[in-house]
């Protein structure tokens, strides 16, 4: 498989939080990830960039259900790029659903 991003996160956007997880490749190409839970207030978001700039991550990808995604844009500006997926697009996790296999 070729790698197009060495640093990638997906967000699993609630009305009150947000779980990310963080994929990082090495050059052998093994991923790690990283996961953690953000509020979704202003100061949260903000905490979440400074997380994902530190972990040298500037794309993102977005499921597009509903609007809790708007204020992630308002704040972010350019320093990340974010991709939204369409949710009738993303392939349904098998087995037992929850917040941090969506993100993954």
Not at 42 to 59: A, Y
Not at 76 to 90: L, S
Request: glycine share 2%.
């Amino acid at each position: 498989m070729k790698i197009v991003y060495q640093t990638c996160c997906d967000i699993d956007v609630h009305k009150s939080f947000l779980v990310a997880t963080a994929i990082k490749t090495t050059s052998a190409a093994q991923p790690s990830y990283l996961k953690k839970l953000f509020s979704t207030f202003n100061n949260s978001i903000l905490q979440f960039k400074e997380w994902l700039l530190q972990n040298q991550c500037r794309n993102v990808c977005i499921e597009s259900a509903g609007k809790n995604r708007i204020p992630i844009f308002n704040l972010w500006d350019e320093d990340i790029n974010v991709t939204i997926a369409n949710p009738k697009w993303v392939n349904a996790v098998k087995g037992n659903k929850d917040d941090t296999k969506d993100s993954q």
